[in-house]
């Protein structure tokens, strides 16, 4: 009795069990399809939020082609995005606000309503997403998964490979042969590829534009724009139909613009490599030796900004000024020229030609010296200065010092304009003059005007500090 007892006490519990089990699966079948639709509603009425609300704010300059991959993505989308007014690369995304929306101060950033949102391909994911069901997300889980696929290839085979080709040469880094042989070798690679498989697909993934064809091109815009010459493109004939097939969408011509392909490389600069960097000053006669570097291209477009300076206006204001007994020309002429005794001959001969009512001496200082924490990415800071005062060498003279033996280096300069003034259009067309603090320079004081010497003459130790390089602007 009682095993039987026991027995049918077993089966009642089993049977309530087993009960109370179907029991719980039906609730949480319930809670999940509940708490499921809840959540897609709420997904769905975030998305229409940010969607509907303003034009989401994207940091970054114009011409930005880590920004162009938003832009174009919002088009395809119908999100509105716009960029940030007053954006000033290197000043802005060095400010205190910028750093709290992305720590590492690159740009692009998005602000959304819910905070910002750093790194371009998240950026451009995260837009693309504000529209339910995107086709640029393609139509099934595979479509999903080769998108994907082609984002990180876009990324990593294509895009990094043009960066350690082109930005050397471009100045942003140092120019070492067997680097850019190596990654020459592996773009190859990855265009081979991309062009076998463009061979029998127009678009990467499925038959119309998605993130992937987005972001590629936008990569592969910098490559066309910058380095790849027709001849090296000629190799690769499905990748150069795609480009150009791709450029041409509606979509990506209203953030491009019209594209054009490069037409030379551009020419590798004659930089001071890291480690002789720290040799001691050479003597005055090799610096002043020293040939200026050969104009390099435009960079600002490619990396940081993008601010493209404009070519001088033909009737300048400064042609106009009253004539000066001073001509620049000698003056540069004197200080090349000059192998010895340079302070009795250069520097005796600038005191007197000057004239202070037709020229004027400003010094200017870096203002965020703390950053200078690699000697070649400041020097090249500083090339990258000289470059775009191009536009002003009819009408300036300029030394800039990298001060110090050790991080952070010091950037002073001393810069002679025509004119009492520093030029608007010096001013208004090259961003890097609002990185330094300029003052002009009083020369009735003695030691003012010592200084003024001291700079044109790279004297050395320079205000008891040696110097990392100097660099003239003649
Ligand atoms: N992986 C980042 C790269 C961002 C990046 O390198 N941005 C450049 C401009 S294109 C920048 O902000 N450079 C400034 C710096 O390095 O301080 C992205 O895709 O957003």
């Known amino acids: 009795m009682e095993s039987e007892e026991g027995g049918m006490t077993v089966r009642v ?115 693309a997403r504000l529209k339910a069901d995107n086709p640029l997300y393609g139509n099934s889980l595979i479509d999903y998964g080769h998108i994907e696929q082609w984002i990180d290839f876009a990324s990593m085979e294509i895009d990094a490979n043009i960066g350690r080709w082109a930005y050397p040469r471009l100045g942003y880094m140092p120019y070492i ?13 990855a265009l081979g590829a991309l062009s076998i498989h463009l061979a029998s697909n127009t678009f990467l993934v499925g038959h119309s534009v998605t993130l992937a064809d987005i972001i590629m091109t936008c990569n592969l815009y910098i490559g066309f724009s910058w380095i790849f010459l027709k001849t090296f493109t000629s190799e690769f004939p499905h990748v150069e139909r795609y480009f150009w097939t791709m450029v041409n969408q509606p979509n990506f011509r209203k953030v491009l613009g019209e594209v054009k392909q490069a037409e030379s490389v551009p020419p590798v600069p004659s930089q001071k490599k890291p480690a002789q960097a720290k040799e001691p000053a050479k003597p005055k006669e090799a610096k002043k030796e020293t040939k200026q570097e050969p104009a390099k291209p435009k960079v600002e477009q490619v990396i940081e900004e993008e601010e493209e300076a404009p070519k001088p206006k033909a009737k300048n204001p400064l042609d106009l000024l009253p004539p000066s007994k001073m001509i620049l020309d000698d003056w540069k002429r004197l200080y090349s020229n ?13 005191w007197d030609m000057y004239d202070p009512e ?16 690699v000697s070649f990415v400041t020097m090249n800071k500083v090339g990258g200065f000289l470059q775009r005062m191009d536009l002003a060498r009819k009408y300036a003279f300029g030394k800039m010092l990298v001060i110090g033996s050790e991080p952070p280096f010091k950037v002073k300069g001393l810069w002679l304009f025509r004119g009492t003034e520093i030029p608007k259009f010096v001013l208004d067309e090259v961003y890097d003059m609002e990185l330094y603090e300029w003052t002009k320079a009083d020369i009735s004081d003695e030691a003012q005007k010592e200084r003024v010497s001291a700079m044109i003459e790279d004297q050395e130790p320079f205000e008891g500090e040696a110097l990392l390089d100097a660099k003239c602007f003649k």
Request: proline share 3%; with cysteine; glycine share 8%.
């Open 177 to 189: 042969a067997v680097g850019e042989e190596a990654a020459i070798s592996s773009l190859k690679r």
């Open 338 to 350: 000059t192998k010895t005794n340079f302070r009795e001959v250069a520097i005796k001969g600038f």
């Open 13 to 127: 519990r089993e049977s309530r069990d087993s009960v109370r089990s179907v029991a719980m699966l039906f609730d949480m079948v319930f809670f999940l399809l509940c708490f499921g639709f809840l959540w897609r509603i709420d997904l769905g009425s975030k998305r229409s939020r940010v969607a509907d609300s303003m034009a989401l704010v994207l940091h970054a300059g114009n011409g930005n082609k880590n920004a162009f991959k938003t832009l174009i993505t919002a088009e395809y989308s119908g999100v509105q995005v716009e960029l940030a007014k007053n954006f000033v690369m290197g000043v802005t995304n060095k400010s205190p606000e910028f750093l709290k929306m992305n720590p590492i101060g690159k740009v692009p950033v998005l602000e959304t309503p819910d905070g910002p949102i750093f790194e371009s391909n998240a950026i451009a994911r995260y837009v």
């Open 358 to 373: 037709g020229y004027s001496l400003w010094f200017c200082d870096y203002k965020y010296n703390d950053e200078n924490t």
